[in-house]
């Protein structure tokens, strides 16, 4: 494929600003390197032009000596633009993900702490940089989404994310630079062949090269194609979910048995993605779907990094897994705001029977009783089991006890479920 006309690569740019809401403004991802600094030069002219805001984030990993470097550079650059620079620090952990993934999920992270919602994010990743991303996906045997490698746009945590130039080679950015006499910092470790991706853009593309001239660009046309199915398989997938969906909370563990295999890979991952959650690893996932017929009284639970399944009653729910609880029992004087290590509890005591006996909060414990309006004695446990609550939540009740007696329950922050007789409470509207 022959390098992009320069005029293409403002003209991108400005297609990429008209999908911008008026009012919100555009960031520039600034590392430092050749592609970022001729991304906000450009995007410094077409955003004068057009009379919309521009900003800059770079992000100091930390990794190299070369860092202060990078930022000072991203410094004088935006000053001599005139465009505001946001300068995050951040720690990278590589333990378990490799530094390259470690300092990518850091990154992000940090571009989404700092960015304003409603605001756009423009990258600089290439057509090159997509290729590389296609190769090493498929090296990890990855399935459609991983194949599909970076979209041209994505909304995530309440910002875009947007890449203009992805059907760019990187040469016709390089010639551009050179010509509008951009300067860039060079960064060390892109020589460094024990990481895989420069090991790809230094060894294995050239090689390819040789053979197929237009390597890159049927690589990125691959991934296109490979996003284009992903999406029509999330879409088809999104009807059927409504068929399963008992709730927002849970599916029909059973009726997703019945499906395929591959469906039953699909609706679970996209059920994630609908949630917000990451999707479970193959191993995790197989494991999970091994037990959709697991007994009703059964309590299935696989976790996996940042999520969990939980099977119960022929229900397949999906969460955020649950911090341990704390020992907590405290004093209460029924009328302020009770803080609980989960919240705060948004009830207080109206009413009761024996005013004078001092009244205590804590965690269901188990054995508990209370004395029902019109309904007498009723153990918890039952009272929990008819109402169909789940095990896992169960645990996570605040009771409230006056001497030996259980005078209310109540799922916080604001769920009153029982109360006893003689006893009423009331909604705290605000911390008393």
């Not at 809401?21 to 600034?30: D, E, K, Q």
């Not at 803080?339 to 009244?359: D, R």
């Amino acid at each position: 494929m022959a390098p992009q006309p320069l005029k293409t690569l403002p003209s991108l740019l400005n297609d990429a600003l008209a999908e911008t809401p008026p009012g919100r403004s555009i960031w520039v991802a600034l590392s430092g390197g050749l592609d970022s600094c001729l991304l906000l030069a450009l995007a410094a002219q077409v955003c004068e032009q057009a009379g919309s805001s521009l900003r800059a984030i770079h992000i100091n990993h930390g990794l190299q000596a070369a860092a202060q470097t990078f930022e000072a550079h991203c410094r004088d650059m935006c000053v001599r633009l005139n465009v505001p620079l946001s300068v995050v620090n951040v720690a990278v952990d590589a333990q378990g993900e490799g530094i390259e993934g470690a300092a990518r999920n850091a990154r992000y992270e940090a571009f989404f702490a700092t960015i304003p919602t409603g605001d756009t994010l423009w990258l600089a990743q290439h057509q090159d940089d997509q290729a590389e991303t296609f190769l090493l996906a498929a090296l990890r045997g990855s399935g459609l989404r991983g194949l599909a490698s970076m979209p041209y746009r994505r909304d995530a945590q309440g910002i875009t994310l947007v890449r203009p130039w992805l059907t760019v080679r990187r040469a016709a950015l390089e010639e551009t630079a050179h010509s509008l006499a951009v300067t860039w910092c060079e960064d060390p470790t892109n020589s460094d062949i024990s990481l895989d991706r420069n090991r790809l853009r230094h060894r294995v593309l050239p090689a390819m090269r040789e053979r197929w001239p237009e390597a890159e660009h049927a690589l990125a046309n691959s991934a296109a194609h490979a996003g284009e199915a992903d999406a029509l398989l999330c879409e088809y997938a999104q009807q059927e979910l409504q068929r399963l969906l008992v709730d927002s909370h849970y599916i029909d563990a059973a009726a997703l048995g019945e499906c395929s295999l591959p469906r039953q890979r699909l609706l679970v991952r996209t059920f994630c993605q609908q949630l917000g959650l990451p999707t479970p690893p193959q191993k995790r996932l197989e494991s999970l779907l091994n037990q959709l017929n697991a007994k009703a009284d059964a309590e299935v639970c696989v976790e996996w990094p940042g999520a969990q399944a939980r099977l119960w009653r022929q229900r397949l729910y999906l969460m955020v897994p649950y911090e341990p609880l704390p020992a907590w029992e405290v004093s209460w004087d029924g009328q302020t705001l009770l803080e609980t290590p989960i919240g705060p509890l948004g009830w207080q005591v109206a009413s009761l029977k024996e005013p004078s006996q001092p009244l205590r909060a804590t965690w269901r414990q188990g054995g508990e009783v209370i004395q029902l309006p019109k309904r007498g004695r009723r153990d918890l446990k039952r009272l929990l089991q008819e109402a169909d609550m789940p095990p896992w939540e169960r645990e996570r009740l605040v009771v409230i006890m006056q001497g030996e007696a259980c005078i209310g329950v109540i799922c916080p922050p604001a769920q009153l479920l029982w109360r006893a007789e003689g006893v009423r409470f009331t909604r705290l509207t605000s911390p008393a």
